[in-house]
């Protein structure tokens, strides 16, 4: 029988064709709508339907929940051409992911790079399997863009670390499992200099959460509070008070994700949502100034995914910086606002409804407002254009 890497690209293709035709149901192939439209496992996971069961149960004995770690840690051990494949053909047909989860876009490339070998066996294989619920604590109400500026500290205390302090934004904060958080250990130090890396079980004593509300009138954003909060030493990551390293690190994997690289799910696009709800005239639309911000849109977003493609590839020869990730995360952030702004100009009265009513689920003005969070989450813009400027362009400070 022949290995993985022994089967050609085309068949590969081939061969990936055909199983995802046949195991992926329909209804997992449609644009994600709604929250229950997304799954997220955890120690109490909670499937919105059977089909979502069905996807993800396949794609977990597959070995493709992360097809591209390493088999031992419970990955499909693909190659990265593999790899693109699998997410190419994944688009092609529209499938959803069968599991979102911070420890596979974040935390996981992380205990990659930094954990003890123990840790990785004890972890990974949990998060491929849907079985921990993440969450991140990095940004605090007074070290927001200034993280390296984070209070919540954590005393040695022997066999232990005694953390006390609070995170803010921590997505899902509410219903996670566990938090990877941001910790003071050293205070003499500068302020970058005494960090360290903490894996908590949201089960510990002291550990509480309160959800904000955003303008959307939705969010799944909370503040998370310590309170004395005993945390085994052995849930440290990488050295003590180098967790700055880490954060870094783990930072250009949440831009990456937040850019949309790796995405799997389809949305439709703008000029088919405009032929679906505008009046024509010889099969164009009736508003040229519209058709024209559409197509400049369509043309921006061409050109994203072609620049992504082309950076993927230089980065096979070794030739990739990790401050393009803010150049992905700033770009799509503006192209994410931009489209939500045109899907509302494209709606017209309807995508004024905040509630939901017998022609409209309010949703439309909801994204609207929520996708300007997406210029503060993972680094605000003004921080992004920054390290683009220095670390890209090369201009001076």
């Known amino acids: 029988m022949k290995s993985k890497t022994d089967v050609s690209l085309t068949d590969f293709r081939k061969e990936t064709r055909a199983w995802l035709e046949e195991n992926c149901p329909m209804s997992m192939r449609k644009p994600i709508k709604v929250a229950n439209d997304f799954y997220w496992g955890g120690r109490n996971p909670k499937f919105s339907s059977e089909d979502q069961k069905i996807w993800f149960e396949r794609m977990l004995e597959k070995k493709w929940i992360v097809p591209y770690w390493d088999i031992k840690y419970g990955g499909g051990g693909l190659s990265q051409d593999q790899n693109n494949i699998l997410t190419q053909e994944m ?34 294989p949990d998060i491929v399997e849907g079985k921990i619920w993440w969450c991140q604590g990095y940004s605090e109400p007074n070290a927001g863009s200034d993280l390296a500026g984070l209070q919540t500290k954590a005393v040695d205390k022997g066999d232990y670390f005694e953390v006390t302090g609070s995170k803010v934004w921590t997505s899902y904060a509410d219903k996670s499992d566990y938090i990877f958080c941001l910790v003071r250990t050293d205070f003499e130090s500068s302020k970058h200099n005494g960090i360290s890396f903490l894996l908590i079980d949201m089960t510990y004593d002291g550990v509480s959460t309160r959800p904000i509300k955003l303008i959307s009138g939705k969010s799944p954003f909370c503040e998370t509070f310590f309170d004395s909060v005993n945390v085994p030493k052995e849930n440290l990551v990488g050295k003590l008070n180098e967790g700055w390293t880490i954060a870094k690190y783990l930072l250009t994997h949440e831009r990456q994700m937040i850019g949309g690289i790796g995405e799997t799910d389809i949305k439709k696009k703008l000029h088919q949502i405009a032929l679906e709800n505008l009046p024509l005239i010889k099969g164009k639309l009736v508003d040229g100034i519209l058709r024209n ?45 931009s489209r939500e702004e045109l899907i509302l100009a494209l709606s017209g009265s309807d995508g004024l409804v905040f509630e939901k009513n017998y022609k409209s689920d309010g949703n439309l003005a909801r994204k609207f407002c929520r996708s300007k969070g997406n210029s503060i989450e993972g680094g605000t813009s003004e921080i992004q254009l920054n390290i683009i400027s220095k670390r890209i362009l090369g201009l001076p400070s």
Do not use: H, W
């Open 91 to 124: 688009s092609r047909l529209g499938c959803r992911k069968p599991i979102y989860s911070f420890g596979i876009s974040m935390l996981g490339p992380a205990l990659l790079e930094f954990a003890s070998e123990e840790q990785k066996m004890k972890y990974l």
């Open 293 to 337: 911000e559409i197509s400049n849109f369509e043309m921006d977003e061409e050109i994203f995914d072609l620049t992504i493609q082309r950076v993927t590839d230089e980065a096979k020869t070794g030739n990739n910086s990790g401050a393009l990730s803010s150049f992905f995360k700033y770009y799509a952030t503006e192209l994410n606002m």
